[in-house]
């Protein structure tokens, strides 16, 4: 079965940079685009970013200002998420998600997430 494995998150300060990664398993990693989603206490999920399974389309969510970015190993069938200057706000738990190349916003599978905690 599909498998999403994030790693990489922790405890840092603010101004601090941080890289997420996500290991996937199951099927060919190279079919399908790839995205990071985020959750804060007491919020709902949140879109982050995506990235097109070739790699060649990325999108952002706009508060991002880009300080983050994402991008894949389809030779590791790993994404990643790479985050600079964080802020106390980017505190949340860290999700990956696997889904449709073609129908995007289509995530069929999810990882457990990764606690991301950024002090002020």
């Known amino acids: 079965q599909v498998q999403l494995v994030e790693s990489g998150g922790g405890l840092v300060q603010a101004g601090d940079s941080l890289r997420l990664s996500c290991e996937a398993s199951?099927?060919?990693?190279?079919?399908?685009?790839m995205a990071w989603f985020r959750q804060a206490p007491g919020k709902e999920r949140e879109f982050v970013a995506r990235i097109s399974a070739s790699g060649a389309y990325i999108h952002y969510a706009d508060f991002l200002k880009g300080r983050f970015t994402i991008s894949r190993d389809n030779a590791k069938s790993t994404v990643y998420l790479h985050m600079n200057s964080l802020k106390p706000e980017d505190t949340a738990v860290y999700y990956c998600?696997?889904?449709?190349?073609?129908?995007?916003?289509?995530?069929?599978?999810w990882g457990q997430g990764t606690q991301v905690t950024v002090s002020s």
């Open positions: 998600a696997q889904g449709s190349e073609l129908r995007v916003g289509v995530y069929d599978y």
């Open positions: 199951g099927r060919t990693f190279s079919s399908y685009a």
